[in-house]
């Protein structure tokens, strides 16, 4: 992880306005559809299904949008079929971008996203052109509260069946190997844990150190314009950049 993580771009998210959040829980919506069409629409018995409502909540999506969706994708006759597709490329400065998308329409994501790749000066890739810099794994994170003892939270998330755990000043992260996530996840609820962010994501191996500020500038402005694209569900990339300043 070379000290990259997340959890800032895990708190921008959180803090933004209405419409944005709004569209938060469209791009949830859709994979909610996308798991019920996969496994149906029970979460009891559709692993995938418990692990986007985990995702959902950890985004403070209401129960009653959650349920509406569920029951939404799980009708007759709704005529829109999503996909879920990954698109691989670089932005300027070498920075490796992982793009995951649910789309009802391949063709129109597929422009749109090489524009976005195209006009801030990146360039879109085949299939595994970068995915080889990123390693699959479930990652938790736990508000770090006063009190916690971080000897016992480790014990606890390895007795679970997580692979590590990395402490921040306010957080802990915990990692888990991709079929172990849901497991895991499951069993630090049972333990009375609430999860500030519990989700798959493609974690860098390494990271890209940026050689001066317009790059950067460029690199964060292709980031928000996919960030920002209704059939983008998550963007990945092993650029350091600049921690976001609270408003």
């Known amino acids: 992880m070379s000290g990259h993580s997340k959890w800032h771009n895990i708190q921008a998210k959180k803090g933004k306005t209405d419409a944005a959040r709004g569209k938060i829980f469209t791009k949830l919506g859709r994979e909610i559809a996308m798991a019920v069409h996969d496994g ?5 018995v ?3 299904l418990r692990d986007v409502i985990a995702k959902c909540k950890a985004n403070n999506m209401p129960n009653d949008n959650i349920q509406r969706s569920i029951k939404k994708a799980s009708g007759e006759g709704s005529g829109i079929s999503y996909e879920e597709l990954t698109y ?8 490796a971008v992982m793009v995951q998308i649910v789309t009802d329409n391949r063709n129109r994501t597929a422009s749109e996203i090489r ?3 195209d006009k801030y000066g990146g360039t879109m890739g085949t299939t595994g052109s970068v995915s080889y810099q990123f390693d699959n794994k479930g990652v938790i994170v736990i508000e770090r509260e006063p009190g916690m003892d971080e000897d016992e939270m480790m014990m606890t998330a390895l007795d679970a069946g997580a692979e590590d755990m990395k ?3 306010d957080v802990f992260e915990i990692y888990t190997a991709p079929n172990d996530f ?8 049972q333990a009375g844990y609430a999860f500030l962010s519990a989700e798959k994501q493609m974690i860098p191996q390494t990271t890209v150190a ?6 950067a500038e460029k690199v964060q402005k292709l980031l928000d314009m996919l960030e920002d694209n209704d059939d983008v569900s998550e963007v990945y990339h092993n650029a350091e ?4 300043e609270d408003e």
């Open 46 to 48: 559709n692993g995938k």
């Open 115 to 117: 524009h976005i790749f």
């Open 182 to 189: 849901s497991d895991v996840r499951e069993k630090l609820e």
């Open 241 to 244: 950049l600049p921690e976001e």
């Open 88 to 95: 691989e490329g670089y932005a300027q400065g070498g920075v």
């Open 40 to 44: 149906g629409a029970n979460p009891d």
């Open 210 to 215: 940026l050689p001066d500020q317009e790059t």
């Open 167 to 169: 402490t921040q000043d």
